[in-house]
């Protein structure tokens, strides 16, 4: 940096400050500290010109944050530069109280660290008060603290009670930069967090915007469940194999909700470090570990009105675990970090393709976080369960990677190629198909897309009742872990119906249909 002002660069003496006239002193600090929005270089040039009249190494603008219980530092100059700062310096209660106590009595107070002073002998630990001088005066707007500014100096006893009026004299002009800089630093942070935001919503809304294939197929009863349950506020869980489409069933439930103009925030905790998933998860404040160079909010906030997808959860550690059942249960956050709680106003879907029943035996699962987040699970049957959607997938799947593969025109499918994607038992489930449809694209050259690699065969095509029963025989299963969770209870309040969103008559109804005992038959032999 480079100053035009002319400065003597040797020591004040006494001689200046009797000279000094006040409103050239006002009129010159003013234009420093008010001329420019980068506090750190208003308060370097404030300094060169400072150092003229009082005896000056460092100054600090400092902000007093009682709800935090520590010293906020904004900004600090030496003769040679002068930096914005985000140093947080965490001071106990007793000091907190004794420094509003003292700076509320006198708005200008002289430190020396061989003065049997009591703030001073309290806080000069926390601020390096070591072998120097302060002199510390107190910035308000409104009979509002915003914090403090310190000047200080190398050495005893190099403050004069001269010293104090003359710095008195430009409290407003501070204390302004002071709460201009915190404006302006609290705009910067919201145009970080919207662009954020922007990009998090941007990439979200393409496949937000699509319906579920298989709706009207062999999805119809989970998406009958979908709708059941998407207009309310609970937590959810989502069983079903990998690759089977649960965060497509998820992005539903939350287009179909009250969220839905809210974000819809995507998370694989089975692909973060661990290391890192609490940063991921809860955010961190700046310094809170190394490489935290900045505040940065985590996926819970970043999800605020809106909905969290809490895919492969049945990967997170015990310890991760256990936090997100206090967020279930409070509604608040911690940031890494950080000591205030934050509100958050979220819905959570968890996924999970393991048997988490088996992992909470195993103590690999909180049996108390199982309990919390399996009130209503929706199981979503795999693909070679639900064949009768195979035809309108690979036809969507077809014209989306010939778009994104940048194809002049999709190519056809053989007349032969839907048998042998019907007979294939596709073990990576829609996420399989996707994927050797890509490839077949690629390696069609525009000819009819045949899928000739594929086992032929593999199984015979089945009959249209074998899917009925293989879609009746999973929500068998629903019915009865709602029955076992509800005690046998089918209607009234706490019963399988009302849990399931059902007419009781409905539900005995289609109870009957699949051969579920229960009331009365529940004690026949």
Known sequence: MAENTEINSSPPDDSILSAINEDVFFHQVTTRICGDLDIGKALWRCHLYLEQIFPLDEIFLDIWDRKNGAIMRVAHSTSAQGCVSNIRIPVPEEVMNLLEEKVDSNSQRFYNTNDSDELAELIGPYVGLHNVSDLCLTLKIEDQRLGGLI???????????????????????????????????EALKLKEQLTEENQFLNEELEKLSGEVIGADGGLSHVMEMVHQVAPLSNTLLLLGETGVGKEVIAGAIHRTSSRKEGP???????????????????GHEKGAFTGAVAQR???????QGGTLFLDEIGELPPAVQARLLRVLQSKEIERVGGSRTIPVDIRIIAATHRNLETMVAQNLFREDLWYRINVFPIIIPPLRQRRIDIPKLAEYLRLKKAKELGLPQAPELHESALNRLRAYPWPGNVRELENIMERELIRSQGAPLSFSDLPELVASEPEPDEELSSLAQAETRHIEKMLEYCEGKVHGAGGAAAVLGLNPSTLRNRMNKLGIRYGRELTRN
């Open 151 to 185: 000047l200080r100096a190398k050495g005893h006893h190099r403050y004069k009670p001269e010293h104090g009026p003359l710095i008195s004299l430009v409290h407003d002009p501070f204390a302004v930069a002071m709460a201009n800089a915190l404006t302006h630093r």
């Open 264 to 282: 819809f925030i995507k998370v694989n905790c089975g692909a973060i470090p661990e290391s890192l998933i609490d940063s991921e998860l809860f």
């Open 297 to 303: 909010r985590g996926h819970f906030e970043r999800a």
